[in-house]
């Protein structure tokens, strides 16, 4: 299926690992001009080689933190000064970490915020006007899947990817118009770096017990029905096709990709 992709410059914030590089990459092999991101240069160089290596694709890097205010906006203006213009963001940001009410300070939650959603509607505050400039466009940001069902021990998380979800459906209604949609995807258990090192530990713990690895795990998909964790590349098909014009009467939705986890009807 031609997505209709090909040419379109594609923004994809923190895409240097996890579910950003592998939705940078979509793009790329999708024939998009790409643009990717991280707070640290070294990352996101390598990773802007290795999608030029495997793809045919323009790839611009851009060392930005989704965390400050003046790298976003330097962010949009190196990407449209470089391309000529802007026709997708994808708003994404590492996320916060685990813990539970004893566990952080106001900083702590004033960073959750701060990154993961004022990060989002900075960084889409941004670039709407290049994609109203280009008659039109789509954003599409990465949340969880925590914001269908909280996920236990995520608290913060649980409290920044909410407001991101209303700010989208807010959007949907008044960007409609302008031929902008807006979308959300959350991911659910993935195989990206921080699952890999929970997963590592619960080998260990069950190699210790005289189990295996495949029993490790079978533990850490149990209540996926589809059975297994997700990659990385699953994901970010969605990403890309909620992006591109073959999803054009999509907006204003949020697309869980957690294999079955979340049980709620809507």
Same mark, same amino acid.
């Given at each position: 299926m031609d997505l209709g992709l090909a040419g379109k410059v594609a923004l994809v914030a923190a895409s240097s690992k996890g579910l950003g590089k592998a939705s940078a990459m979509g793009f790329a092999r999708e024939g998009c001009d790409v643009v990717v991101s991280s707070r640290?240069?070294?990352?996101?160089?390598?990773?802007?080689?290795?999608?030029?290596?495997?793809?045919?694709?323009?790839?611009?890097?851009?060392? @930005?933190?989704?965390? &400050?205010?003046?790298?976003?906006? *330097? /962010?949009? $203006? !190196?990407?449209?000064? +470089?391309?000529?213009?802007?026709?997708?963001?994808?708003?994404?940001?590492?996320?916060?970490?685990?813990?539970?009410?004893?566990?952080?300070?106001?900083?702590?939650?004033?960073? @959750?915020?701060?990154? &993961?959603?004022?990060?989002?509607? *900075? /960084?889409? $505050? !941004?670039?709407?006007? +290049?994609?109203?400039?280009?008659?039109?466009?789509?954003?599409?940001?990465?949340?969880?899947?925590?914001?269908?069902?909280?996920?236990?021990?995520?608290?913060?998380?649980?409290? @920044?990817?909410?407001?991101?979800?209303?700010f989208v459906r807010s959007l949907a209604t008044e960007l409609g118009p302008k031929n902008i949609r807006v979308n959300n995807v959350g991911p659910g258990a993935t195989r990206t770096d921080r699952i890999r090192q929970t997963m590592e530990r619960a080998v260990e713990r069950a190699l210790a017990e005289g189990k295996t690895r495949d029993d490790a795990e079978r533990e850490m998909a149990r209540g996926v029905p589809l059975g297994r964790i997700g990659e990385p590349e699953e994901f970010a098909n969605v990403v890309v096709f909620l992006a591109s014009p073959a999803a054009s009467y999509v907006t204003g939705t949020t697309v869980v990709v957690d294999g079955g986890r979340t049980r709620q009807i809507m």
């Open positions: 640290t240069a070294d990352t996101v160089a390598d990773t802007a080689q290795e999608i030029r290596g495997l793809t045919d694709a323009r790839v611009l890097e851009v060392v @930005a933190d989704m965390g &400050n205010p003046d790298d976003i906006a *330097r /962010l949009v $203006r !190196e990407t449209v000064e +470089h391309f000529g213009g802007l026709d997708i963001v994808v708003a994404n940001a590492g996320g916060p970490p685990p813990g539970g009410i004893y566990d952080f300070d106001d900083q702590a939650y004033q960073d @959750a915020l701060n990154t &993961n959603t004022l990060g989002t509607i *900075r /960084l889409i $505050r !941004e670039a709407l006007p +290049h994609l109203e400039a280009r008659g039109g466009g789509s954003v599409v940001t990465i949340t969880s899947a925590g914001v269908k069902q909280p996920i236990d021990n995520l608290l913060l998380s649980n409290i @920044a990817r909410p407001g991101v979800v209303g």
